[in-house]
């Protein structure tokens, strides 16, 4: 009786084993089940991470070859000295020439505006013509000047500001307006104040600024070569976008021939800038012949007006120039911006 009951109570003891065995196995197996259910769904956000990383990585390198494909190599600067100049050249002004000859020879020229493909220039350069009435002196200039340029490797644009209407001529306030339509087009590091009938012999006459404002024309053919006087500064000058903001650009008061070359070289002066002038060999230029134009008589006014240059400077010029721009049309050669000036006041 005594075995018998012992071996009963061992076997009920082993009942619950197994069921405890039973019980554990399956919430194992539940717990296997479910995780492999669960995976392929949700990965664990290290997962997440990885994939992440090398799925930018991707991305990164073929933003990088398309990149490449698309920018061009970076351009070098252009020379200091165009390999491309010719020295003094033969000029020449036919009666024949047709601005569409002048367009064709210039296809590269695009709304005026050129810039070597080679090399990127040194200066950008806005070349500024005072006009009216001179569409002959214009072509030659058109001529001459595209391809002069173009050796001297330069970013530039040619404007050639018209003055509407035949009230009295003012050169002095169309070259104000120059600079300041020039420069809503692009910031331009240098200006170029251009009479249309001077036309420049050799290209080693650099349009580009300098540390100082320049003065391109030594000479011209009618007067033998020779600057005229001490301190003279007309036909063709040179000034940074710097140094013509600094002297509040021309004077607008100068209506008629003269004075207005003379009461800008005294702002120059004023502010303590030296006018500096390449050698007399190179600055040399060809004037196309002509006669005084009626509607700019010589100004009787000019000689008060200079003396009050040092008191009025500063609140008459590019602050104060008042004009209504009536087109702005880009010919393949030049950007051509007519305005209405307004006329002398008394
Ligand atoms: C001299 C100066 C010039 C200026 C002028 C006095 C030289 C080489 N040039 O030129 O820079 O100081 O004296 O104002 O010393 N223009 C027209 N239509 C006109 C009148 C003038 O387009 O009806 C323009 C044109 O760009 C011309 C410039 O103004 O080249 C100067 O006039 P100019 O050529 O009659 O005077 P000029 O040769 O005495
Ligand atoms: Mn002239």
Same mark, same amino acid.
């Given at each position: 009786?005594?075995?018998? *009951?012992?071996?009963?109570? +061992?076997?009920?003891?082993?009942?619950?084993?197994? #069921? @405890?065995? !039973?019980?554990?196995? $399956?919430?194992?197996?539940?717990?296997?089940?479910?995780?492999?259910?669960?995976?392929?769904?949700?990965?664990?956000?290290?997962?997440?991470?990885?994939?992440?990383?090398?799925?930018?990585?991707?991305?990164?390198?073929?933003?990088?070859?398309?990149?490449?494909?698309?920018?061009?190599?970076?351009?070098?600067?252009?020379?200091?000295?165009?390999?491309?100049?010719?020295?003094?050249?033969?000029?020449?002004?036919?009666?024949?020439?047709?601005?569409?000859?002048?367009?064709?020879?210039?296809?590269?020229?695009?709304?005026?505006?050129?810039?070597?493909?080679?090399?990127?220039?040194?200066? *950008?350069?806005?070349?500024? +013509?005072?006009?009216?009435?001179?569409?002959?002196? #214009? @072509?030659? !200039?058109?001529?001459? $000047?595209?391809?002069?340029?173009?050796?001297?490797?330069?970013?530039?644009?040619?404007?050639?500001?018209?003055?509407?209407?035949?009230?009295?001529?003012?050169?002095?306030?169309?070259?104000?307006?120059?600079?300041?339509?020039?420069?809503?087009?692009?910031?331009?590091?240098?200006?170029?104040?251009?009479?249309?009938?001077?036309?420049?012999?050799?290209?080693?006459?650099?349009?580009?600024?300098?540390?100082?404002?320049?003065?391109?024309?030594?000479?011209?053919?009618?007067?033998?070569?020779?600057?005229?006087?001490?301190?003279?500064?007309?036909?063709?000058?040179?000034?940074?976008?710097?140094?013509?903001?600094?002297?509040?650009?021309?004077?607008?008061?100068?209506?008629?021939?003269?004075?207005?070359?003379?009461? $800008?070289?005294?702002?120059?002066?004023?502010?303590?800038?030296?006018?500096?002038?390449?050698?007399?060999?190179?600055?040399?230029?060809?004037?196309?012949?002509?006669?005084?134009?009626?509607?700019?008589?010589?100004?009787?006014?000019?000689?008060?007006?200079?003396?009050?240059?040092?008191?009025?400077?500063?609140?008459?010029?590019?602050?104060?120039?008042?004009?209504?721009?009536?087109?702005?049309?880009?010919?393949?050669?030049?950007?051509?911006?007519?305005?209405?000036?307004?006329?002398?006041?008394?």
């Amino acid at each position: 009786m005594g075995y018998c *009951s012992s071996i009963r109570k +061992i076997s009920r003891k082993s009942k619950y084993v197994i #069921l @405890l065995i !039973l019980v554990l196995s $399956l919430l194992a197996w539940i717990a296997i089940f479910s995780r492999d259910m669960v995976k392929p769904i949700y990965p664990t956000t290290q997962q997440t991470h990885v994939k992440e990383e090398s799925q930018r990585k991707e991305v990164d390198l073929q933003i990088e070859a398309a990149n490449e494909i698309n920018t061009p190599p970076q351009k070098t600067k252009c020379p200091q000295v165009s390999p491309l100049l010719l020295g003094a050249v033969k000029l020449s002004f036919e009666s024949s020439l047709k601005l569409k000859d002048v367009e064709k020879d210039n296809e590269e020229v695009n709304e005026g505006e050129y810039k070597p493909s080679d090399c990127t220039a040194r200066q *950008s350069v806005a070349i500024l +013509i005072p006009h009216r009435n001179r569409e002959r002196h #214009l @072509l030659y !200039l058109l001529h001459h $000047l595209h391809p002069f340029l173009q050796r001297q490797q330069l970013h530039y644009a040619i404007y050639v500001i018209q003055q509407a209407g035949d009230v009295t001529f003012n050169r002095a306030k169309l070259l104000n307006i120059g600079y300041l339509e020039a420069l809503k087009d692009y910031n331009w590091d240098c200006f170029i104040f251009h009479d249309v009938d001077l036309v420049p012999e050799n290209d080693h006459n650099l349009y580009v600024c300098d540390t100082q404002p320049k003065h391109l024309v030594v000479g011209r053919n009618a007067t033998g070569y020779r600057l005229r006087y001490k301190g003279y500064f007309g036909g063709v000058t040179a000034l940074s976008r710097d140094q013509f903001f600094k002297v509040n650009g021309f004077s607008n008061a100068y209506w008629g021939w003269g004075g207005e070359d003379d009461d $800008l070289r005294i702002r120059v002066e004023l502010q303590k800038m030296k006018i500096v002038r390449p050698p007399k060999n190179v600055a040399r230029y060809t004037m196309v012949f002509h006669k005084r134009d009626s509607g700019n008589e010589v100004n009787r006014d000019r000689m008060r007006l200079l003396g009050r240059t040092p008191q009025s400077w500063r609140k008459d010029g590019l602050n104060s120039c008042s004009y209504k721009t009536l087109s702005v049309e880009r010919m393949p050669l030049y950007v051509n911006v007519t305005v209405d000036i307004g006329k002398r006041l008394s």
